[in-house]
T-cell receptor, first 109, second 113 residues
Framework: GQNIDQPTEMTATEGAIVQINCTYQTSGFNGLFWYQQHAGEAPTFLSYNVLDGLEEKGRFSSFLSRSKGYSYLLLKELQMKDSASYLCAVRTNAGKSTFGDGTTLTVKP | DTGVSQDPRHKITKRGQNVTFRCDPISEHNRLYWYRQTLGQGPEFLTYFQNEAQLEKSRLLSDRFSAERPKGSFSTLEIQRTEQGDSAMYLC???????????FGDGTRLSIL
């Protein structure tokens, strides 16, 4: 089976930088995805990593270390609209994805 | 491309009734996934299709749940003899290959009275 761990809640200040960590244990790893989900809405895709290293996409970056079973999502220049749940999902070779329970980020003025 | 569409958006039914949800994926996406999500939890995998073939079904699903994708386009998820514990948001997602991110619909919120 797969085990995915993320912090339940985080708080940060508008304009700051926040890092959301995700650790996982899986067999047949084939990619790690980050999604954003606002309350009452569907998850929307943010970023994904298949190889080790950093992927940058505007204010969002994601990092992966396959040997450590570790990823993080970095959000820069935080805005109030970034308050949401951030979901880490691990995909296996079979194409199936397993999601963590999400990290609820609250951005304060 | 209008995105993934799910119908209905909300469903309220009495315990013991059968319900059916529909998902229309992004056109030409050959992979379609069903998830269930409850408050404070991440989406929980239920099943997925590649074209019309159902490739995997979660062991957590009881026999009351069944899904179909008869022509490899839209899919239906049926829950028979609903129970209180079935109350959740049912999410559908699609992708154009196993290596691409999934795009989610807005979900169907099921409430069992």
């Amino acid at each position: 089976g797969q085990n995915i761990d993320q912090p339940t809640e985080m708080t940060a200040t508008e304009g700051a930088i926040v890092q959301i960590n995700c650790t996982y244990q899986t067999s047949g790893f084939n990619g790690l995805f980050w999604y954003q989900q606002h309350a009452g809405e569907a998850p929307t895709f943010l970023s994904y990593n298949v190889l080790d290293g950093l992927e940058e996409k505007g204010r969002f970056s994601s990092f992966l270390s396959r040997s450590k079973g570790y990823s993080y999502l970095l959000l820069k220049e935080l805005q109030m609209k970034d308050s949401a749940s951030y979901l880490c999902a691990v995909r296996t070779n079979a194409g199936k994805s397993t999601f963590g329970d999400g990290t609820t980020l609250t951005v304060k003025p | 491309d209008t995105g993934v569409s799910q119908d209905p958006r909300h469903k309220i039914t009495k315990r013991g009734q059968n319900v059916t949800f529909r998902c229309d994926p992004i056109s030409e996406h050959n992979r379609l996934y069903w998830y269930r999500q409850t408050l404070g939890q991440g989406p929980e995998f239920l099943t997925y299709f590649q074209n019309e073939a159902q490739l995997e079904k979660s062991r957590l699903l009881s026999d009351r749940f069944s899904a179909e994708r008869p022509k490899g386009s839209f899919s239906t998820l049926e829950i028979q003899r609903t129970e209180q514990g079935d109350s959740a948001m049912y999410l559908c997602a699609s992708s154009d290959s196993a290596n691409q991110p999934q795009h989610f619909g807005d979900g169907t919120r099921l409430s069992i009275l």
